[in-house]
């Protein structure tokens, strides 16, 4: 028996009004395939997608859904399957699931497949446990199949960032890893120069205890120096060749 979904709702009124922001260059661009669309219009709408999808502006050759292309440039799927079946490939599967928590997962998916980011934790753990439950393939059914894609998207739109309030668009500040696995896997790298280097370098030598003696100076005679002392004893040229003393 599948566990039903966990009820969530938006932490603000504002996600739940139309927006209202003014067109300028940072809205987002809509590529639609309708009946009287063009093959360069299909291509286009192609890159749309993979751009959405994959996250990839240069889209590598490795990367490309050969049969899923030509299903929709023959009209034998709609827009939705194309973006359904990049969601269920193996290059999403390696680019975003397999090194990703389940939170992270939804995130990027929410942005990617719906255009928005999650309202808030509870939603997140509600597609969590889908995740969990019913897979990457079940999760994605989900959010293509849902009334919020339907209203949004329908069959034949690529989907797009729908709210834009500051920062660059969703697909460009996603990347595969989020910022506690960037941060670990830089704390782990050895870098040469760095000062947390010496530190443990430091910390790491084990440096013999000094003993130190206690010396009393009672006892020690220091020897006058001055030139009003006369000296004592017998003295000696230095010089090799004078053989008599002087006195």
Do not use: C
């Not at 809205?27 to 997608?49: C, E, F, R, V």
């Not at 996250?55 to 399957?81: C, F, G, M, P």
């Not at 660059?168 to 960037?182: A, E």
């Amino acid at each position: 028996m599948a566990i039903p979904l966990l009820e969530y709702k938006p932490s603000s009124q504002n996600q739940r009004v139309a927006g209202y922001e003014v067109p300028n260059e940072d809205n987002s661009d809509i590529y639609k395939l309708d009946s009287g669309s063009a093959s360069d219009d299909i291509q286009a709408i192609i890159w749309a997608a993979y751009r959405q999808v994959f996250s990839e502006h240069e889209t590598l050759r490795n990367h490309r859904q050969t049969a899923l292309e030509s299903q929709l440039k023959n009209r034998a799927i709609t827009v939705r399957d194309f973006i359904r079946g990049l969601a269920k490939s193996d290059v999403y599967w390696r680019l975003v699931v397999e090194t990703n928590s389940n939170y992270r997962v939804v995130e990027l998916t929410l942005k990617r497949l719906l255009g928005r980011a999650p309202y808030n934790k509870d939603e997140e753990i509600a597609w969590s446990i889908k995740i969990a439950t019913q897979g990457l393939s079940g999760f994605v059914d989900a959010l293509v199949d849902s009334e919020e894609y339907t209203q949004n998207f329908g069959d034949n739109t690529v989907p797009y960032q729908r709210r834009r309030y500051k920062d660059r668009p969703f697909n460009l500040v996603t990347p595969r890893y989020n910022s506690y696995w960037r941060d670990k896997e830089e704390g782990d790298r050895y870098k040469w120069g760095d000062v947390n280097n010496f530190l443990e370098m430091a910390r790491s030598l084990k440096l013999p205890q000094a003993k130190f003696v206690t010396v009393k100076t009672a006892n020690i005679q220091i020897p006058n120096t001055t030139r009003d002392a006369q000296p004592t004893g017998t003295l000696a040229s230095i010089n090799t060749s004078a053989g008599f003393p002087i006195r």
